[in-house]
């Protein structure tokens, strides 16, 4: 059974708005949480993470939310570029040891 | 070269083929990490390997077997495969291992099963 659902697998998004992108996770021992962006024919590279003792964080135009209680996370983007257009994923760990994936958002900005 | 390196890129084998895939960081890491991602499903994690003793093994078949001669380098050896065993193999690298500690992936070896 999948432990973290990005329930979304595609957005599309207009260029100068926000993107916001969803994730649910059923383990409540995660304690941190990541996101990464993939781009075709590459590994997935680092974007923003934000640990279960805060409930935000910001680096430039993306902010993740985390929601404890809901057992949800959120990533936005603001404004949306075309340069953003890819695969999103979010993962959480409750050890370190082992970050648990979900299936990705395939995001689209139209120019 | 810098970053997470993978070779192969693609690898179409037979199911009674051996081959092997290689990872090379050139970080300065010392945790290494093999991942499977299969058609529609997420990355699963096969292997941790920190400064060069295993750590993990999520239950992976005995027909994939890692080898991590020194920190740099890490493969996973690969026999009597099956199709299902068919998807992209990426490696990631981290400074230590831990939450906190971000994985830098290599751009992966899609495999095809036969």
């Known amino acids: 059974d999948q432990q973290v659902k990005q329930n979304s697998p595609s957005l599309s998004v207009q260029e100068g708005r926000i993107s916001i992108l969803n994730c649910d996770y059923t383990n409540s021992m995660f304690d941190y949480f990541l996101w990464y962006k993939k781009y075709p024919a590459e590994g997935p590279t680092f974007l923003i993470s934000?640990?279960?003792?805060?409930d935000k964080n910001e680096d430039g135009r993306f902010t993740v939310f985390l929601n404890k209680s809901a057992k949800h996370l959120s990533l936005h983007i603001v404004p949306s570029q075309p340069g953003d257009s890819a695969v999103y994923f979010c993962a959480a760990s409750p050890t370190g040891n082992q970050f648990y994936f979900g299936t990705g958002t395939s995001l689209t900005v139209i120019p | 070269e810098t970053g997470v390196t993978q070779t192969p890129r693609h690898l179409v084998m037979g199911m009674t083929n051996k081959k092997s895939l290689k990872c090379e960081q050139h970080?300065?890491?010392?945790?290494m990490y093999w991942y499977k991602q299969s058609a529609k499903k997420p990355l699963e994690l096969m292997f941790v390997?920190?400064?060069?003793?295993?750590?993990e093994n999520n239950s992976v078949p005995s027909r994939f077997s890692p080898e991590c001669p020194n920190s740099s380098h890490l493969f996973l050896h690969l026999h009597t495969l099956q199709p299902e065993d068919s998807a992209l193999y990426l490696c990631?690298?981290?400074?230590?291992?831990?939450?906190?500690?971000?994985?830098?992936f290599g751009p992966g070896t899609r495999l095809l099963v036969l």
């Open positions: 970080l300065g890491h010392n945790a």
């Open positions: 990631a690298s981290s400074p230590f291992m831990g939450a906190e500690e971000t994985q830098y």
């Open positions: 934000i640990s279960s003792i805060k």
């Open positions: 390997y920190s400064l060069e003793e295993r750590v």
